[in-house]
């Protein structure tokens, strides 16, 4: 999104604004940046009268330009880029796990792209997401999709769907254009499969344990399809970035 400014060579840093923030932004408009990600900018970054910074929207929209005024944040635009809806859209379903791999399997696949998250408590999920504790985790979640989506520089973030079950899961599945269960044990690779070229294309990751044979039966039943990987048996917290890698490579990162 940068080949045509005097910034190409450069890597910027992003700021997050609200969505609908940069819908009225034209080059030379100024465009101000308020909250922690202002007070991020000028306090930890030490952002200077002059740097040049991205800002985006969240929903698309990315300006280039440069900042103007040293205590809170303001920039004149000089670039506005916008990023279509991306077609297929990725959906990762990632079943809550110990030890932290579930925030690592969504920064991950925040880096390669994904347009939803949705977390998944499946029946050998050993973390449960229950009251206090639940919203908590839900906004441990939303924080690490916040931080990939600027380290990784992208104008959209993804979404972060609401926790589901087995059942909720399936009726969510049941028209898509594709879902593809990810099984160590089933017959056809990922590799190969023919991406649908719009709708919905959801990538289901169990917990460390496995996903329950009963789990299996329903999620089929609703129309999604086993897959494998490849030889080799990956953690929950690589799985999802795997398949997604191979997704982008199908479609995407031609």
């Known amino acids: ?20 923030a940069l ?9 101000d940046v ?25 929903a698309g929209v990315l300006v280039t330009g440069g900042g103007v005024d040293g205590e809170t944040l303001t920039v004149v635009v000089e670039s506005i880029d916008l990023m279509p809806e991306p077609s297929p859209r990725f959906v990762l379903v990632q079943a809550l796990a110990k030890n932290d791999r579930d925030d690592q399997a969504i920064e991950a696949a925040t880096e390669l792209g994904v347009d939803e998250v949705i977390p998944w408590q499946a029946d050998r999920s050993i973390v449960q997401w229950r009251g206090e504790r639940g919203e908590k985790a839900r906004r441990k979640w939303d924080q690490v999709l916040l931080a990939a989506t600027k380290q990784s520089r992208r ?20 028209g898509a254009a594709a879902a593809y269960l990810l099984l160590e044990h089933a017959s056809e690779p990922l590799a190969g499969l ?22 299996v ?7 999604a399809r086993p897959v494998r990987l490849g030889s080799t048996v990956l953690r929950s917290s690589s799985a999802g970035p795997a398949a997604l890698a191979v997704l982008n490579a199908a479609g995407r990162w031609r």
């Not at 819908?23 to 465009?31: F, I, L, N, W």
């Not at 104008?155 to 059942?167: D, F, M, Q, W």
């Open 1 to 20: 999104p940068l080949t045509h400014t005097r910034y190409a060579a450069m890597t910027l840093p992003l700021y997050l604004t609200d969505p609908g």
């Open 23 to 31: 819908a009225t932004a034209v080059v030379g408009s100024r465009v």
């Open 34 to 58: 308020t909250g922690p990600e202002a007070r991020h900018a000028v306090t930890v970054r030490r952002t200077a009268v002059g740097d040049p910074v991205l800002v985006a929207d969240g």
């Open 155 to 174: 104008s959209r973030r993804p979404l972060l769907g609401e926790a589901v079950t087995t059942t909720q899961l399936a009726g969510r599945i049941a």
């Open 194 to 215: 023919t991406l649908p070229s719009a709708g919905e294309v959801f990538v289901i990751v169990g917990p460390e344990g496995g996903v329950t044979p009963a789990e």
């Open 217 to 223: 039966e329903r999620l089929c039943s609703a129309g």
